[in-house]
């Protein structure tokens, strides 16, 4: 009962959905559109169908949320389906303590599909793997919120019939917004430009850097010529073709030409004061001067919404804003999304696809509860006290260059424990019961035979659980 | 999108439905509670329509509600609609900031009609500004809560046939109360006489016992007749055929009968603690000592509930309390108007008539945002920090009879500015980068000139915005 | 309009359904289960009967909670129906001091059936008296959880086929946990063995363990053969054949037997932190250690969830774990419950049945408002100020074998007011104007008599009352 059952998919970061899975979304959701256009009625969709009036959605929110949750009951009732909602922690079991693990799998049990927001990075997750039904991640603390990028890309693609070779600049609290680091992967998996603008200490979290220089083939390249130091004033350029590319060759891109290309969309966001401990910062506001610029001339303006006061009110009735076109796009892209994991359509389908976007196999390594090293992350659901027993730490082996070093990538939150805090690691092995120095081992060790292994934060700890130094390929004698 | 579509309509006040409109509710509703009454079910509908199974209601309550929210949901159900929910302000957006305006364009593409309460007077109509589908207010601060209205005139005219001729107490905090504010406008539009029984400085707000008098033809009229001074001590009487009277003309009615005949019936308010800054005041309780006096032997006792210690649990077997049945109507009277707002009866609609009640045309003051006076109001929505870059000052522009004063009606909260508190006023005249002392200049300026004017609140505020003192017609030097 | 109809039946107790009528909501459950077995979806329903289209189902809840709302609003959905949520006292009208009695007559109008959760023990009984519409009871303080039990029932059933000659453990907080309550008097009816296994302090309360003695014909049989003194270290053991014994006859019963006999279910509940004053208390732990001892070697393992601490995660994978089944079978018990106090079925019906379990006839006094004595338990919704005016005080009197002494049962929590704690009532005489030490007047007094008499807390309550001692079967005169 615990078990999930084969095919069920659940959509936890953006990266769960193939590029032509996204297509498929898209093909959908313009389907739904359409039935409206035929109507006259713009942007809203008319309850017509019923292929889901069978089924219920359970909107599990830990954290406030008008129009997330909104966007998705309604796109459940335009279906046909129906709606269980549990809004607010303070009501609810999560009051009486109980973890994210148990709320999952009592309510996998009361409805079809769950959408879940949460507080923590990487709880939804978690909540996938304990569920036996789709789980959409509606946002999870500041790791991801895939279903805004959904909406952010149908909006982009529906005015400008592509991404491939748009500029796309990103405003704001780049480090504290879920919905920030899914668009950066979509866009660069799509082939835009990205162009970074953040408030002062907000820029892109390194992990997320890295993944998009690593992962997802991107090309970091200084926007003023005199500081070409690989610094945060650094456009981040997607390689043409970049999955027929192997990962150093150089891509043929004609950097020049990419600097002075004109901005296609600014997308905004607001300080994400609930993920930082300071309420005030300095934060940059969009309006119409800055926008007076040149190269804006023609950029559409997005933002995810709610906006505080980074965006302008005056701009509501500017040609180039598109912000609320995106909201409104929440219901029909969110109708597809739904519809198509609960598998309502005859012709199109997500469930044959094994996974989602075609990422490096990289090796797991999975820890025991209760002992070993916990993700760096403090607002990782692994550090949640109420879930440690059910979020053991699993780890992604991300391949480095030097035989030493070795970083691990939290399977929930997917930030990096990078290999140069790692140094004081130590890899104890439980057939041998011996440890030894750094993380070497982990990529010594075949897969299957990681279970084997304990990472122990350092050799006291390798010793206080039982370990004796390696010595020479033998177990030394315990002092 | 942002723009509402033509047939909109919005139902803020209750004088946005014309008499025959609200006639046109209650026909309907009449016809919801026959089909119970077919089946012996007394009160409660069957839900046998599913005339909106196509349609989503969507319930945004920033204030505690169990009667009003539940009710409304449970008549978009028994239509066959369904309903999505935003019930604590703590857990939705606002609790980001957003603002309502942001929040109703948001919302009004999830859903096909809207409900809202609010704390604030106005926030009503300032929803309905921003909304593409139709609003209902739900209880906007101490504004109006017109559906509470249609319960009760729906109650009253179940029991008695008609309104004219009634005479109806209304007992406690007239002054905080919404629903007494829209059921003395409906009182007297269809003709009843007014008796009301403030608690002690709660009497009814002096904007509305000034529309009373002035747009629904009320006279005055004192109960003790030693004090005809037009004090509180007074019955509101309606002229008799008040739409067809000069505003000054005297109608035929014998005060002498108006004042000997007995109470039809009496209608009990709460103290609205939330609305006042004293948590504890000498307040009214109305119990069978009280309604032991001779002219209260047939009256029926209302009350809109909740009720705290108001009303004296021992009635509630008192065959004069209606109140419970004036909850139960909420139902067939909320079907009524919900499935009317979305043309849901083929013969009947409400859509045809341009407006609500047939008011006296004011001309419309409409103030740029970021400039001029406020609304005199703390708690008018225009007021509040959230929404002042959402919501433009905007006045009616009131008659009175002296040509240098002019009194302004707010049009959201519909408090007045009076003429004597605009002594110090003045009017900028964007045109000539001039102005004038006083509001005459704007009864002087045609409807379609009105754009160009602005109300500062004094010279200094005036010269700071840049405007000099008009001289003779001529610009003045500036200083 | 306030009367209820003379077939709604409600739910409030688990003693409120015989063993046959639990018998045929379990039916009723199966058949739906069944439809999912032959879509091979284990514990899931397909929403795919309609049967209950044209009902809604009011939820009350005024205490956190996940699961139970969930679960019923699902069996809602799952039927047909619809669903109204008021889940957050503080954003209710509970909030402006409403009172429950009010908040169910009113709503008793939106809804077809009502599910109610309340921190006050009898709430749920105050509840039903107010509505014309059947009332569940989902938890009311530490009084009863029933169809939490009836999901407990239907689990120990389907893995066991039945609960004669079962030993049950129950481990915890047995004092405030209403789903132990209303699961021992099922246990107890069903003729299996109840094996208390309390926190210290924790024990079941009085009046349930008096009531497994006296109305569920239990015997308590000491578990340490060495302190065979009746006290809390013992077993519950049913009578074979409880309801053809008398009270005192001995039943054949082999104790030996029954203290050897292995347990067949262990059921844990956490500590109920909301309904003590200390956060913190000494509190065993259910693990693999615990359930390693040979007569658990079978056991099931069970608990009503939210889990805190009191149950170690690493039995999720124990064979022996069945809670998650418990929390599924949530969805179809539910579903038929609801069905059945609906009607919906064409040949089984709760409605033919004039109450519960066949319990013993006790005489009923009822009090008047605002006069005599109150509930002995503080947590009675009679002792909640809010509730007073609508809440009698109303006592079970029941049988003593002393003439002279008497114990009052309250109709709400249904705990007693022990015989010797009330030595110092008195008994008035309202037709007489006097009063009589003691409680003996109660039993001597013919049922149709008992609305003349008022218990008083003293004798000079009594006399602040206006009544007179009693002399000799004569007036005394007043001092």
């Known amino acids: 009962m615990t078990k999930p059952q084969p095919l069920t998919r659940h959509i936890v970061s953006i990266n769960d959905l193939s590029n032509r899975e996204i297509e498929t979304v898209f093909q959908v959701a313009y389907g739904f559109l359409k039935e409206l256009a035929d109507h006259n009625i713009p942007y809203r969709i008319g309850r017509g169908t019923s292929v889901a009036s069978k089924f219920i959605l359970a909107s599990l929110f830990y954290e406030p949320s008008t129009r997330t949750r909104l966007s998705f009951e309604s796109a459940m009732l335009r279906l046909g389906g129906a709606n269980i909602t549990s809004a607010d922690p303070a009501v609810s079991s999560a009051a ?28 939804a997750r978690l909540a996938a793997e304990y569920s036996q039904i789709p789980v959409i991640n509606g946002g999870d603390g500041s790791h991801e919120h895939p279903t805004q990028t959904l909406c952010d890309l149908f909006t982009l693609r529906s005015k400008n019939r592509g991404l491939r070779n748009m500029k796309v600049a990103i405003s704001g609290d780049l480090k504290g917004s879920r919905t920030i680091h899914s668009f950066v992967y979509a866009l660069a998996r799509f082939g835009a430009t990205i162009d970074p603008l953040p408030a002062p200490g907000m820029e892109l979290p390194p992990h997320v850097a890295r993944r998009l220089r690593e992962e997802f083939h991107c090309r970091m390249v200084s926007k003023s010529p005199n500081e070409a130091d690989g610094s945060i004033d650094a456009l981040y350029v997607t390689a043409d073709q970049p999955h027929q590319l192997s990962l150093y060759a150089e891509p043929e891109i004609d950097y020049g030409l990419v600097l002075q290309k004109k901005i296609d969309a600014v997308y905004v966001t607001r300080f994400q004061k609930e993920r930082w401990t300071e309420k005030e910062r300095p934060y940059p506001k969009i309006d119409a001067k800055f926008l007076g610029e040149g190269k804006y001339s023609h950029a559409s303006v997005m933002h995810p919404l709610p906006r505080v006061n980074e965006l302008d009110a005056a701009l509501d009735s500017d040609r180039r804003a598109i912000y609320f076109r995106q909201a409104a796009y929440g219901v029909p892209v969110r109708m597809a999304l739904i519809s198509l ?21 990289h090796p797991l390594y999975v820890q025991r509860i209760g002992t070993g090293i916990q993700c760096a992350n403090p607002n990782c659901i692994t550090n949640d006290p109420a879930e440690r027993q059910y979020a053991a730490n699993k780890f992604y082996i991300m391949e480095d260059h030097s ?77």
Do not use: M, W
């Open 96 to 123: 009486k303590g109980e973890s994210l693990a148990d709320t999952i799998r009592v309510t996998s049990n009361y409805a079809d599909i769950i959408v879940i927001r949460h507080p923590r990075d990487g709880a």
């Open 341 to 361: 994991l609960l598998h309502l359509h005859r012709s199109k389908s997500l469930h044959k696809f094994p996974g989602g976007f075609a990422k490096a196999e």
């Open 403 to 479: 035989p030493q070093r070795c970083t691990l990538r939290c399977l929930y939150c997917e930030t990096d424990i990078e290999a140069e805090a790692s140094a004081h690691f130590v890899v104890s092995d439980s057939t041998r019961k011996t440890y030894s120095p750094g993380l070497a081992a982990l990529k010594h060790t075949p897969a299957d035979k990681l279970r084997h292994l304990v990472i122990h934060n350092s050799e006291a700890d390798a010793e206080a659980a039982g370990f004796a130094p390696r010595v020479g390929g033998k177990k030394a004698h315990a002092g």
